[in-house]
């Protein structure tokens, strides 16, 4: 089984109603071959073709929005952003690291369960057909000549 990384965001974020991209590499870092980027789809057909790709192979797959961005500026700030964030990130883990530095070994790994797949209905192996990924392009092109 491989892997699959989206963005986590609330119900209402703008981003979920972007044209979403799925990029798919190896899992294995002694593999190396070119990633292989489709799209675009809607958000949930973006995720149900990920899956259904990733289920019984050694694949990775980013699902993430498209920017439409026009200018250079836009996307310079949203590097900028990417990049505050990071650090930010960094900065808490390691803040993370040095609280759980003298924690006891017998806690870890009990009692969480890691497998949300089933509660978040957009997560499916299956993917859709060729009918609801054309109706997604379709809203899509409208969107974006809109």
């Known amino acids: 089984m491989g892997a699959l990384v989206t963005l986590d965001l609330p119900a209402d974020a703008p981003a979920l109603t972007l044209p979403w991209i799925i990029t798919f590499g190896p899992l294995n870092e002694d593999e190396e071959w070119e990633p292989v980027v489709c799209g675009p789809y809607e958000r949930a057909h973006a995720l149900a073709l990920a899956e259904a ?71 499916t192996h299956e993917a859709p057909s060729i009918e609801e990924i054309r109706a997604g392009f379709a809203r899509i092109a409208a969107k974006l000549t809109a």
């Open 53 to 123: 790709v990733v289920a019984d192979e050694e694949l990775m797959a980013v699902v993430e929005p498209l920017q439409p961005h026009v200018t250079a500026e836009q996307i310079l700030g949203d590097i900028a952003a990417s990049r505050l964030a990071a650090e930010n990130e960094d900065l808490e883990t390691a803040a993370l690291d040095e609280e759980l530095a003298g924690y006891d070994d017998d806690h870890h790994g009990h009692g969480h369960d890691h497998d949300h797949d089933h509660d978040d209905p957009d997560h």
